[in-house]
C-alpha cells in the first residue's frame, strides 16, 4: 500500500473484510473505513497518529476514520486484521463521531494493565475470531453475521474505552495537525516523480521546514527522506512487475535522479536489486 490516502471499493464480501496477513509492512496512510488489527505471532511496529508501539502476540490496535496509521514488520508477524466501512454504524462521515480514543492500543501482559482493558481486549480477541471463523467457513449469512460481530465490537469500544474531547484547543490542534499531513501525503502521492525536498512539502502547507520535518517525523512514523523513498521503490515495484519498460526508465520515471540511487535505495527497502525480479 503506496498511496497515502487508501480508497476502497466494495469488494465481493461488502462492507467488513477480514482475514489474516503475514509480515505486513504498510506506509502512512488514512481512509474513512476503521482498521481493527490483532498481532497473532511475532512482532509489527504500528504507528497511529503520533503514537507508534510495538506490538507482540494478542495485542491490538484500532485505527478509526481519518486516523494516520502504518505497520512495519521486520523480521516476522501474523495478525488477524479486520476493515470495514463506518456506514455499518450509520456514520458515512467517519467513526466515532465525537472524539477519537485517547489510546488506540491494547497491550501487555494482564499484570500491567487494568482488569477492565484486559477483560475488554479479550471480549475484541473473541469477536474478531468468531468474525474470521464465520468468514472462511462462508456458511449462509455468514455475511450478516459478520457485520453484526463488528456492531458488537463498535459497540464495546465506545462504552468502555476513554475518550479525548474534540472542544479542547489542544485536541483542536492535534486534528489540524492531522489535516496537513493528510494534505501533505496525498501530494507526495502526486508529485513523487519530480525532484521534492523538504521545503517543497513545508510550503505546500505553509510551515518552516524545521516544524514540518518535526511534524511529518511523529504523524508518518519516518523522516520525509525516507518515506519518499519508499514510496519511489513502490512505484518502481508495480512497474517492474507489471512493465516491460526498461529499469533505467522506470527509475527515472519514480523520480531517481541515476541509476545508481534507485538501485541503492531499491536494495535498501525490498533486499534486492531491481533487476533481480526481472
Known sequence: MFAFRENRSRGAHGPVEIGLHENMSFLAHWHTEIEIIQVLQGEMQVGINREVRTLGPGDMAVASSRDIHFYETKEFSLAVMSIFRPEILDCPGGWPVDGGFVTPFFCG?????????????HEVERI????????EERREAYDLIVR?????????????LPRSRPDTSEERRRLRQLERMHVVLDYLESHFMYDLTPRDAASHVSLSVFHFSRLFQEAIGMSFKRYLGNLRVGKALVMLK????????????????????FNRVFQAVKGCTPSSLR
Open 128 to 135: 474478531l475470531h468468531e468474525a474470521l471463523r464465520e468468514r
Open 148 to 160: 453484526s460481530r463488528m456492531l458488537e465490537l463498535c459497540a464495546l469500544l465506545l462504552r468502555h
Open 242 to 261: 507489471d512493465t516491460d519498460l526498461p529499469v533505467t526508465r522506470i527509475a527515472s520515471e519514480c523520480g531517481f535522479d541515476s541509476i545508481r540511487t
Open 109 to 121: 501482559s494482564s499484570d500491567d494493565i487494568t482488569e477492565t482493558a484486559a477483560d475488554v481486549r
